[in-house]
């Protein structure tokens, strides 16, 4: 089973900042099957990036994803007070899925 | 609008089976994967497993084979997270998913489903 390690566990921020979180798998993967959500208290978890890079379906253009192979990363251009959050990526391959453990977007 | 509705919290003892479901709406059921996702209280995300409409293929994580099983009837646009015999460790969200066909990501998600395992 691939593990998925997030860093850091947690980001103290403040609004406007910009937010770097990595993700980094254990075996390499697809880029294709590499995907982020946001989840906030209470609420299920959203969809922001598919395929490494590619922002869902109304997800604002300050959310972006890159990387291949083994390191894959999450940046938030400006942190908006909505965005504090915590943020998962999750992989899928060989017939199974896996999530990283999270990454704690709070504010400074 | 593609919905995916889940049934209500439970609360179960120890030993009890439990069978929740996720119904699917807005979108052609049997052409998705629908996918389970636990989450224990205070604690991250964890993939449990995927189940396709059309065929039935379902695809288990390690982690939870052997401890539940997933199901499906599509005549009713409905899947099904099943367990025979809770353990107070199964206490939990259960999220639903809809599971892209391709690349295998979750962009529709159900409210989730709380189910309590106490004595």
């Known amino acids: 089973e691939i593990v998925l390690t997030q860093s850091p566990g947690t980001l103290s921020l403040s609004p406007g900042e910009r937010a770097t979180l990595s993700c980094r798998a254990s075996?390499?993967?697809?880029?294709?099957?590499l995907a982020w959500y946001q989840q906030k208290p209470g609420q299920a978890p959203r969809l922001l990036i598919y395929?490494?890079?590619s922002r869902a379906t109304g997800i604002p253009d300050r959310f972006n994803g890159s990387g291949s192979g083994t390191d894959f990363t999450l940046t938030i251009r400006r942190l908006e007070p909505e965005d504090f959050a915590v943020y998962y990526c999750?992989?899928?391959?060989?017939?199974?899925?896996?999530f990283g453990q999270g990454t704690k977007v709070e504010i400074k | 609008e593609v919905q995916l509705a889940q049934s209500a919290a439970e609360v179960k003892k120890p030993g009890e089976s439990l069978k929740i479901s996720c119904k699917g709406s807005g979108y052609t059921f049997n052409i998705y994967w629908i996918g389970w996702v636990r989450q224990m209280p205070g604690k991250g995300l964890e993939w449990m497993g995927i189940?396709?409409?059309?065929?039935?293929?379902?695809r288990y994580s390690p982690s939870f084979e052997g401890q539940v099983s997933i199901s499906v009837d599509k005549s009713i646009s409905t899947a099904y997270l099943q367990w025979s015999s809770l353990k107070a460790s199964d206490t939990a969200i259960y999220y639903c998913?809809?599971?892209?066909?391709?690349?295998?990501?979750?962009?529709?998600w159900g409210k989730g489903t709380t189910v309590t395992v106490s004595s």
């Open positions: 189940i396709y409409p059309g065929d039935s293929d379902t």
């Open positions: 395929g490494a890079s």
């Open positions: 075996q390499r993967i697809s880029s294709s099957y």
């Open positions: 998913a809809r599971v892209d066909w391709d690349s295998y990501y979750m962009d529709v």
């Open positions: 999750q992989q899928y391959r060989s017939a199974s899925g896996t």
